[in-house]
């Protein structure tokens, strides 16, 4: 079965702090896809970030970063130097391979305060 | 580029009542998808269209609920009589890789804006 995890539901900082979204997952496939997703006010879902199971190296992108170990089956989420705009609802999602649907997590509520 | 459009943004009915929510998808994108968030939960896979085909709708969540894609382009979710735990965000994504199993799952979704569902 596959299940993901994020343990925050709310989180809360002050602009220009930095910030990490934690993502645990579970599966017994040996290929499969990792996903963020970002829901900011206007309600849909904004694609972040694909990674599969084999490659492990960690993705910076701007102010985004993302660490992938499989060891502890996560994939985390940092938001260096906040800022308002980051404000969001962030999904973090498990698709296996060969699979029509993505699992996602509960979410978790960034408010990023000015 | 349009994206995806989901329209009604929010619909409000009484129990027993019947709802329509409809999907247009990224023009070209032969896969659709509809999932659903209720309150506070996870977002949860109903179903996948690959033209006017079902391809998965192992997440319907019974026969209340009857998705359509009559061409292969827009797509309807109806829910027929909707009950209290049918509210919810329902959402509709597309993707235009088409269904290939040496890249299956490697998807990348595009989602509306969603339906928001309040049944009472």
């Known amino acids: 079965a596959q299940k993901v995890t994020q343990a925050q539901t709310e989180i809360s900082v002050v602009e220009k702090e930095d910030v990490t979204l934690d993502c645990v997952y579970e599966?017994?496939?040996?290929?499969?896809?990792l996903f963020w997703y970002k829901q900011p006010p206007s309600g849909e879902l904004v694609f972040l970030i694909r990674?599969?199971?084999?490659?492990?190296q960690n993705e910076i992108s701007g102010r985004y970063s993302w660490n992938f170990q499989k060891s502890t089956s996560s994939f985390n989420f940092t938001i260096t130097a906040s800022q308002v705009v980051d404000s969001a609802v962030y999904f973090c999602?498990?698709?296996?391979?060969?699979?029509?649907?993505?699992?996602f997590g509960t979410g978790t509520r960034l408010t990023v305060i000015p | 580029e349009a994206g995806v459009t989901q329209f009604p943004s929010h619909s409000v009915i009484e129990k027993g009542q019947t709802v329509t929510l409809r999907c247009d998808p990224i023009s070209g994108h032969d896969n659709l998808y509809w999932y659903r968030r209720v309150m506070g939960k996870e977002i949860k896979f109903l179903l996948h269209?690959?033209?006017?085909?079902?391809?998965?709708e192992s997440g319907m969540p019974n026969n209340r609920f009857l998705a359509e894609r009559t061409g292969g382009t827009y797509s309807t979710l109806k829910v027929q009589p909707a009950e209290l735990e049918d509210s919810g965000v329902y959402f509709c994504?597309?993707?235009?890789?088409?269904?290939?199993?040496?890249?299956?799952?490697?998807?990348?979704?595009?989602f509306g804006a969603g339906s928001r569902l309040t049944v009472l």
């Open positions: 999602a498990l698709n296996r391979a060969g699979a029509n649907n993505l699992f």
């Open positions: 269209f690959v033209k006017e085909s079902k391809q998965d």
């Open positions: 599966t017994r496939d040996t290929t499969y896809y």
């Open positions: 994504a597309s993707s235009q890789d088409p269904r290939d199993r040496t890249r299956s799952g490697a998807n990348v979704l595009t």
């Open positions: 990674r599969n199971s084999f490659d492990e």
